[in-house]
Structures are given as structure tokens and as C-alpha cells.
């Protein structure tokens, strides 16, 4: 196999559906990077202006953001280097400079993973349909011809500092001045937040102090992961936040993951709060404070189909209009642009704001968390309780070979007692009288792996157990 083909190979395995993503060394190389950096250019039209380059703190990031920045010059791009960020930090960028953007991290996977989220001007999501496959057959045409092709006028490359921007942006569009004074712990997991959250919740971009006591956990940037994986999603990754928030007396915790894009919620308990419940609590004041200014019209809020019921229905009872979508956040972005939808909410702890481009943000979920929770005196076991009135079994991953024959079993053992759809994998809605408790659940497949994501909810922890537990013989069959 020539270098040029072992490139392209390695090329095609590290573009997803979403982003890139592969091994350092194996799948993901500088000349790789310049290549994409060079198509990314070329498809969206950069050349002439700007590129914003960010990354992560990734032992490999700072390397590939140079490539990128390479490449893009070569092929006439002017790059706006903002060094490290999150990816919402990244998000900020593109929106207020008005420029495409790439951002290197791996998000939640391990030390030995990195990757690229790319953007159009305005965070506008970049999807295998909505131009990535494009740009990888671009930088596959330059790995073929052994070179990116100068264009005819450089580009040029400068830095900028956009942290304190971002987070006065973000302190404008939430107001946590008047809330009662509440201890928060933070488990950073040595990611980005460690950057973003003193700057945004504290002091460090020379904002006022709001009545907020951070108690750091894991703050200091490290790539290589030494206390514990940057995945929240994972429960052995809360347990140190769990403790600490217990240990310490704090009022609750929040857990960011690699990048800080995500957030997730521990009571003072350190009972995980559900991402539904984020959701819903989220969605609940967003319509009430898009209401006010507009009492007349649709508002839409989007959810994706893993999300609890508890999401639509309060979505509903605050006066607006729920919207269903699949799961992927290239998807929630372009659903929220194409329905004018003010929030879009995930079960994978993504959250979705119109008036930050449309694009997701973990640190903006828990700020407007903080708003609400901190103007009312529940704890937060309780106050949370209330968005999360059903049993949910969370995401649980079955090794299956056959996915068909799977999905043909649970198709003819519930064929009489409940109704189906295929939005995104296979939902089956149990048919239940109105005095019996509801069930549901979700079958996808993995894009990636052998695998097949079930998630179940029901009215009651009984019911959600047992149709946990049907399934599941159903699926290992």
C-alpha cells in the first residue's frame, strides 16, 4: 500500500457522522490534519478570511491546531488562533466573529483519542451530509496528490483571546445576581472547564462576584486524564464529585467533560439529576422568559426521543410546543434553525440555545440551572424531583451481531400490546389502559460499534423494571 492511499484509508476511518475522531499517530497524523484543514477551507468558502483554529488540553492538540492552521493558510484562509478553549468557547467565537471554525478535542474519550468539531460561521453545524463528506473527499484529493496546493494568496495567522467575551456573553443572557448564596462543586475532570469555570461562575475574566461559592475538583488542565476519565455519562466518573459534594455539605455538584460542551448534575445527596430533568427545568424558563417578550405565537422547543415524557409534557404546560427529533447534535442544531426553536435538549446532558447560535452549551445549562434552583429554598433532591416524576432504566449497551433478528423478536413479542415507530432505531410505546401505568422504550444501534442502545422509562420503578428486563432477554436472545 503506497503512504498516499495508507493516508486516505486512515482518513476515511476517522471521519464520523458528526466530526473527526481517531487515534493519535494511527488514524489522526499532522499531514492528515493539513488536508482536512485544506478541504475545510475549500468547501466552506474561507479563503479570503477568516478560520478560527481552538483546542483543548490534549497533549496532541496544540500540534494538530498548528497543521490546521497550515493547511488552511495555504489555501488562503486568515487564521484567528483563540489557543485553549472549550467547544462552546469555540461556539462563541464563530458566532460573534462571524467565521467557520475548528476545534480540536476528543471530548470524552480517553488521552490516546483527539479530533475536530468543525463549524460554519455562526456555529453552524457541519454534518457527513451537510458538508463533511465533502471535505474529506477534498483532503483525500490532496493526501492523493502528496501536497495541499498553495492558493495564490496565503493566508495569514494571529491570536486572540476570547475568554472574557464568552463569559460576559453568557453572564448577559443569565442573571445569577440575585440569587440566595449557594456551594457548588465542580469536577472539572482536568478538562476545559477548569479554564472556563472560574472565568464564567468566577472571577477570572475581572466580572462581578456572584453569590456563588466554587468548590474545584480536578481543575487542572490535563490530557492525560490522572484522576479519572472527562466522562460524566459514565457513573464511576461522578463518584468522586458524589463524595465531595456530600463530604463538603456543598448544595450541589456539576460535572463537565472533556471539552466542557456537556454538563451533568449531582444533588446534595449526590443523587445524579437526571439530563431530562436539566432539560425540562431548562426548557420551563425559557419559555416563560421568551413568553413574556412575545405573549403572542408558537414557540418550539426540540427534545430528542430519549428524553424522558416528563419533557414534553412540561414543555406543554409552560405554553409551547414540543418538537421530536433523533439523536445527534448535528441534527438538533439544523432542527433548531429550520423550527426557529428557542432550546433543544438531549438525555446525553446537550442543550441547545437560539440565542447562542443555536449551538450547544453545557455551561449555559447550568447556569440557568443555578438561576432557578438558587430562587427558590428546596434543596435540590427535591426541587429536582419534580421534573423527574417517572422511572427511567438510562442507557444500557447489548453486544448484538444481528441486529434485524433483534428488532424482529421485540417487533413480534409486543405486535399486540403496544405501537411502533422508527424515527431513530425502533420505539415501542406500550398500549396501556388509562388507569395502568404507561411504559416505552428505544432500541438504536450504535453507529460505531456491535452494539444496541435500550433505554426504557415508565410511570412506575415495577413497570420500567420489567419491561427493562423483557427486553433485554429479547435483545441476548
Not at 475536530?116 to 451537510?130: D, F, H, N, V, W
Request: net charge negative.
Amino acid at each position: 500500500m503506497s503512504s498516499s492511499t495508507e493516508a486516505r484509508a486512515q482518513l476515511a476511518s476517522v471521519v464520523k457522522t458528526y466530526d473527526i475522531r481517531g487515534l493519535v499517530g494511527e488514524g489522526l497524523t499532522d499531514e492528515i490534519v493539513t488536508a482536512i484543514a485544506a478541504g475545510f477551507v475549500d468547501e466552506v468558502g474561507a479563503a479570503g478570511g477568516d478560520v478560527i483554529v481552538g483546542h483543548d488540553m490534549r497533549d496532541s492538540s496544540p500540534r494538530f491546531a498548528a497543521a490546521f492552521a497550515s493547511g488552511a493558510q495555504a489555501r488562503g484562509a486568515n487564521v484567528v488562533s483563540i489557543g485553549l478553549c472549550s467547544t462552546d468557547e469555540s461556539y462563541y467565537a464563530s458566532g460573534a466573529l462571524g467565521a467557520p471554525a475548528a476545534m480540536f478535542t476528543a471530548s470524552h474519550n480517553p488521552a490516546t483519542y483527539n479530533g475536530i468539531k468543525l463549524s460554519r460561521a455562526g456555529a453552524q453545524a457541519i454534518s457527513m451530509e451537510t458538508g463533511l463528506g465533502a471535505i474529506r473527499d477534498r483532503a483525500g484529493a490532496y493526501l492523493a496528490a502528496g501536497a495541499v496546493e498553495p492558493a495564490a494568496q496565503p493566508g495569514t495567522y494571529r491570536e486572540e483571546n476570547v475568554l472574557s467575551g464568552y463569559a460576559a456573553h453568557l453572564r448577559g443572557l443569565v442573571d445569577l445576581g440575585g440569587i440566595r448564596t449557594i456551594t457548588v462543586v465542580v469536577d472539572a475532570g482536568n478538562g476545559m472547564g477548569g479554564l472556563t469555570v472560574p472565568a464564567v461562575l468566577g472571577t477570572a475574566a475581572d466580572l462581578p462576584a456572584l453569590p456563588i461559592s466554587i468548590e474545584p475538583l480536578y481543575f487542572e488542565l490535563d490530557g492525560t486524564f490522572p484522576n479519572h476519565e472527562a466522562n460524566p455519562l459514565e457513573p464511576a466518573n461522578l463518584v468522586d464529585l458524589q463524595r465531595a459534594v456530600v463530604e463538603r455539605g456543598a448544595d450541589l455538584g456539576l460535572a463537565f467533560d472533556g471539552d466542557a460542551d456537556r454538563c451533568f448534575v449531582v444533588d446534595e445527596k449526590g443523587q445524579a439529576v437526571s439530563p431530562s430533568a436539566v432539560a425540562a427545568i431548562v426548557a420551563v424558563r425559557e419559555i416563560r422568559r421568551v413568553r413574556a417578550l412575545q405573549p403572542e405565537g408558537e414557540i418550539a422547543v426540540i427534545h430528542n426521543l430519549i428524553t424522558s415524557h416528563f419533557v414534553p409534557e412540561a414543555i406543554e404546560a409552560a405554553g409551547a410546543v414540543p418538537v421530536r427529533t433523533k439523536v445527534g447534535h448535528s441534527l438538533i442544531k439544523d432542527a433548531m434553525r429550520s423550527t426557529g426553536a428557542i432550546f433543544g435538549g438531549e438525555h446525553s446532558a446537550h442543550y441547545y440555545f437560539r440565542d447562542f447560535w443555536s449551538a450547544d452549551n453545557g455551561m449555559l445549562a447550568a447556569m440557568h440551572l443555578l438561576a432557578e434552583f438558587g430562587s427558590q429554598a428546596e434543596p435540590l433532591s427535591k426541587f429536582g424531583a419534580r421534573y423527574s416524576p417517572y422511572a427511567a432504566s438510562g442507557e444500557i449497551n447489548s453486544t448484538v451481531s444481528d441486529v434485524a433478528a433483534a428488532y424482529t423478536r421485540i417487533v413480534e413479542a409486543y405486535a399486540q400490546q403496544a405501537e411502533f415507530d422508527e424515527l431513530d432505531g425502533l420505539t415501542v410505546e406500550g398500549i396501556v389502559a388509562s388507569d395502568e401505568p404507561f411504559w416505552w422504550f428505544n432500541v438504536r444501534p450504535s453507529n460505531t460499534e456491535p452494539l444496541l442502545r435500550l433505554n426504557v422509562e415508565a410511570a412506575d420503578v415495577a413497570t420500567m423494571t420489567r419491561v427493562r428486563d423483557a427486553v433485554l432477554s429479547l435483545i441476548r436472545a
